[in-house]
């Protein structure tokens, strides 16, 4: 376990400074330049109208389609008017995923940071996102939060980033989801000032604010990790090995919407004790079988479903990630 990975499932926000054995570009803000300008379409570039007060200045997108968006994009990172661009670097989920060209350094910080403590932590398979962002000129990247635990490698220009722990009332929650905006900022939040050098951990949930600060460009590279177990997904694995009846979410709980939809967090049930050929942990099993409807099952049946689908989920990477739209079968 490494100084970073000992971060995961932990829940206290951290800097840390970068360790030497780092190869990270040499220039990071012509690299992320290059990067928008090569991959475009799939970025996501946003830009403020000036304002005398910058909470009211109005967010605007760049259109990606259109080519000349870079160059809008560049002279605005270049005259330091509030602007920020984002671009996935790293998709892996499953066993499946892909590195994007120009970003192997990246795959490298993964293997040699995380990749040993987080087959530890999930057992079930995980989901990892690595991300460029390049902003500028005080842009406010809005509040929000993550369903996994994120660590910011700032690279060059400064930023200030306002994190909001996860208060003690949200973290008791088993089934879960992030609509609260308000409620998850009700404890006292940290400012943290990056320079060139540190990387920020930033646990699940969370809620934080990224404002770029001075003019140069601010550049990042986060990853983030973890395996939150969407709802709907559950319910289309335990219906797969049912044979007769059903089981399904209660309507107000079927949304897909990200800030919406219901997750779960098996790997924080898994301790010493439990082993991973026990059943499914009594809080768990106790707080899913609470909101799950289920149609013409037993109680004995659910008891021996639940413990199959926990066994299979420890012992075969069954996770396929936080989106159940990547699931063909999911309406
Ligand atoms: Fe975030």
Redesign the pocket.
Known sequence: MTELSGCLQTITPMVFNFSDKLDLPSNSVLWALEMFSTYLSESDMQFRDLSPKIDDAKLSYFDQKDPSSFEQFKLRIQTAQPTHGSLPLIDLCAGDGSVRNNADWAWQIYNTHFSEQVLKCHPMGSYLRSTLWMSCGEHR?DV???LFD?FLFHMSGYKRVRVWPVPQKKREIIVFNHSDFEGRMASEPFDFELKPGQILF?PSGAM?E?ISLGKEPAVSV?F?LGSPFPLPTLCIQLNKMLQGGSVSLPPNMNSINKFKMYFFEPTRFISETDGLNEGMPEDLYKSLTEVLQSKNISENTMLALMSSWWHIAMTHQLYQGPYPERLPEYK
């Open positions: 990247y929000h939060c993550d994120g930033i934080h990224v986060s983030h």
